[in-house]
């Protein structure tokens, strides 16, 4: 499966638009990775606990989006983008959601 974040890909024709594919993941985080980022925040620099969630949570949602992508049919995945959204005031949690256009290749 080609991925592009670009609208084209380079050195082939798109013979068909097969409309969008999305892949997504929420997922929460947990009470002890909530306190040792805690203790992280109290002197500052990167809160590795939550890179690594968030790292994860991308590949999932595009493992999802390439399985969406190929049910279609599709060749390849233009226009890639990420979105990530906070869900859940009571229970923190955290949608990935990673999109595009599938299409067919010439």
Known sequence: MILSTTFDVPGRQIAQNLGIARGNVVRGRSIGRNIVAGFRMLVGGEIHEYTKLM????????????????????DAVIGLRFDATEAGAQTPATE???????????
């Open 55 to 74: 790292a994860e949570s991308r590949e999932q949602a595009l493992d999802r989006l390439i399985e969406h992508a190929q049910s279609l049919g599709a």
């Open 96 to 106: 990935v959601l990673v999109y595009g256009t599938a299409v067919k290749l010439a």
